[in-house]
Structure formats: structure tokens, C-alpha cells
């Protein structure tokens, strides 16, 4: 079974920047994605992206400040968050999809075990 293990995150002040990656095997075969999840608030779809990297989708939230990225030969996919906000405090998690849709969260399987953001202000 596909596990996932995520490392990155931590704390920042607000503009500042941080990366994600999450890695595990065989992740051609997948559609990945990154969701978050703030206390009190429901899980958000963050960035996804498809098995060919052409294929992407942002939030409108993260939208022009995160970009993700896959690298088959590494089989790691990255999240990197550029001007963080304090609302992007939330705990992140990498997920995997064998279905074809980007960001529905019911399609993804497997989830990483998350990893914590703190933006200060």
C-alpha cells in the first residue's frame, strides 16, 4: 500500500516563504495534491497536480503564492509557499489520488500523516 511521507513546514512570519515535500513510491501511477486543514475549519484543497504536470489547479485562497510541483525521478511532489499569510496557519497533508480528478478530496485514498504551518504576524 502507497504511503506517503511528508516533510517541510514549521513556522514563519508572515511574507516569508516555506516548502513542502511529500514523497513515496510509484507516484506516477497518481494524481497528488496538498490539502490543509485550520482548526474549526473544514479541509481545503490547496494545490493538486496531475500525472502529467501539465495539468494544475490552485486554490483561489493560494492562488499567484504557492506553486506545486511533481519530480517523477524522485518520485516527490513539492509545495513551495511564497508571501504566507497568518490565515495560511493549518496543518498540511500530502495525498494521493489513482482517479483522474484534481483536488476532490473523496478521490484521494491515501493522505501523508501532515506536517504543521504557522504564519506569525
Known amino acids: 500500500q502507497l504511503q506517503l511521507v511528508e516533510s517541510g513546514g514549521g513556522l514563519v512570519q508572515a511574507g516569508g516563504s516555506l516548502g513542502l515535500s511529500c514523497s513515496g513510491p510509484?507516484?506516477?501511477?497518481?494524481?497528488l495534491g496538498w490539502f490543509r486543514q485550520a482548526p474549526g475549519k473544514e479541509r481545503e484543497g490547496v494545490s493538486c497536480?496531475?500525472?502529467?504536470?501539465?495539468?494544475?489547479t490552485y486554490s483561489d485562497s493560494v492562488k499567484g503564492r504557492f506553486t506545486i510541483s511533481r519530480d517523477t525521478a524522485t518520485n516527490t511532489v513539492y509545495l513551495q509557499m511564497d508571501s504566507l499569510k497568518t490565515e495560511d496557519t493549518a496543518v498540511y497533508y500530502c495525498?494521493?489520488?489513482?482517479?483522474?480528478?484534481?483536488?476532490?478530496?473523496?478521490?484521494?485514498?491515501?493522505w501523508g500523516q501532515g506536517t504543521q504551518v504557522t504564519v506569525s504576524s
Open positions: 497536480i496531475g500525472r502529467n504536470t501539465g495539468r494544475k
Open positions: 495525498a494521493a489520488s489513482d482517479l483522474f480528478r484534481l483536488c476532490v478530496s473523496e478521490d484521494y485514498a491515501t
Open positions: 510509484g507516484f506516477d501511477d497518481y494524481v
